[in-house]
């Protein structure tokens, strides 16, 4: 098999995996707010296989994931939940700096800027969110989505396009 389409089997894998577990389990998100964390970590996970595709969104997802766990566990008391998404974001941005130096991904990455836009806006839009909108992104519902739409996508993808094959 080749890296991209391990990888798209390793994302539809990853997404049945947590919708399993968010119907099979119904964890309560006042407890395990674990959607967005579980999301990243998975990003980082299937990266392995082929670090050029996934590793910016990988770098920028996981760091966010764990402040928003730990702000919904509490940890990060509500006064310092921007700062500490800032600098989620600067340790996201630092790592893609890294890797691009390191020539795992490309310079003309625009994954970074536009997880940063997608943030932004969702941050803009919780105030109108309907009241179910935070613990179905706190919930393995979000990752299971998630992983499942990508890996379809890239598996898509690799079918229809040679070049993505390799």
């Known amino acids: 098999m080749k ?3 391990l990888q798209a089997v390793s994302l539809v894998v990853l997404g049945l995996l947590c919708l399993l577990i968010a119907e099979l389990f119904k964890l309560p998100t006042s407890t395990y707010p674990m959607g967005i964390m579980v999301l990243g ?5 299937a990266a392995l296989i082929n670090p050029a595709r996934l590793l910016p969104a990988a770098c920028m997802i996981a760091p966010l994931g764990i402040v ?3 702000f919904f566990k509490h940890i990060i008391p509500g006064n310092q939940v921007l ?3 800032i600098l ?3 340790v996201g941005l630092l790592a893609v700096a890294f890797l691009t130096r390191a020539r795992f991904i490309g310079i003309g990455a625009v994954t970074p800027a536009l997880l940063v836009i997608l ?3 969702v941050e803009l839009y919780l105030p109108q969110a309907p009241s179910n909108f935070i613990p179905l992104a706190l919930s393995f519902w979000t990752p299971g989505v998630a992983f499942l739409l990508l890996g379809v996508i890239y598996l898509l993808l690799s079918r229809t396009s040679p070049d993505m094959q390799k």
């Open 119 to 121: 943030v932004g806006a």
């Open 3 to 5: 890296r991209n389409v």
């Open 68 to 70: 928003v766990f730990l």
């Open 83 to 85: 700062s500490s998404y």
């Open 41 to 45: 970590l998975g990003l980082l996970v």
């Open 88 to 90: 989620a974001l600067g």
